[in-house]
């Protein structure tokens, strides 16, 4: 599953496999700035945490 989340100032992509780490991967135009992943203790942590927390609406787009 892929999410991604739009800011002003760079773009994050949010990739989940259906284990326990959901890889970010942080760009700006067009470029990879960071790439780094958020690592859970369970699987059903990790389906949580990217169904409600990745890509959701911080209150502005770009």
């Known amino acids: 599953m892929r999410k991604h989340e739009l800011t002003t100032d760079y773009h994050d992509y949010f990739e ?14 067009g470029r990879t700035l960071r790439r780094d992943w958020i690592i859970f203790d369970t699987v059903d942590e990790a389906m949580d945490y990217f169904n409600s927390k990745c890509g959701e609406f911080v209150g502005y787009y770009m």
């Open 16 to 29: 989940y496999f259906g284990n326990t780490e959901i890889e970010r991967i942080r760009r700006r135009a």
